[in-house]
């Protein structure tokens, strides 16, 4: 089992930058494909990322391709969303998400543990 916290949320500005982080617990972080998804008000979850257990695998949503970059690092038990030129429809809580899979997934229901969100704004 796996504990997920994210952190690095905020309000930022059309055009700015944010860096996300999902601290995972445990000793077996390398044995779980990463996800970050993504809710807004009203909206279904939506996958944004993710990756597979090395991180030599990478999906990506087509409306983040080319500003939003996924990364692990392992020894750490850490996954990042670095997020840039973001946009107002960028809004929502996001999720890290986990789970004991040897392909990346992208689906809301293929993922086992979740973290509580972190909330990310961004001002027109």
């Known amino acids: 089992q796996v504990q997920l916290v994210e952190s690095g949320g905020g309000l930022v500005q059309a055009g700015g930058s944010l860096r996300l982080t999902c601290a995972a617990s445990?000793?077996?972080?390398?044995?779980?494909?990463m996800g970050w998804f993504r809710q807004a008000p009203g909206k279904e979850r939506e996958p944004v990322a993710a990756i597979s257990r090395a991180g030599l695998n990478i999906y990506y949503a087509d409306f983040v391709k080319g500003r939003f970059t996924i990364s692990r690092d392992n020894a750490k038990n850490t996954v990042y969303l670095e997020m840039n030129s973001l946009k107002p429809e960028d809004t929502a809580v996001y999720y890290c998400?986990?789970?004991?899979?040897?392909?990346?997934?992208?689906?809301?229901?293929?993922?086992?543990?979740w973290g509580q969100g972190t909330q990310v704004t961004v001002s027109s």
């Open positions: 998400a986990a789970d004991h899979s040897i392909v990346i997934r992208t689906l809301t229901d293929e993922y086992d543990y």
């Open positions: 445990g000793r077996t972080f390398s044995s779980y494909i």
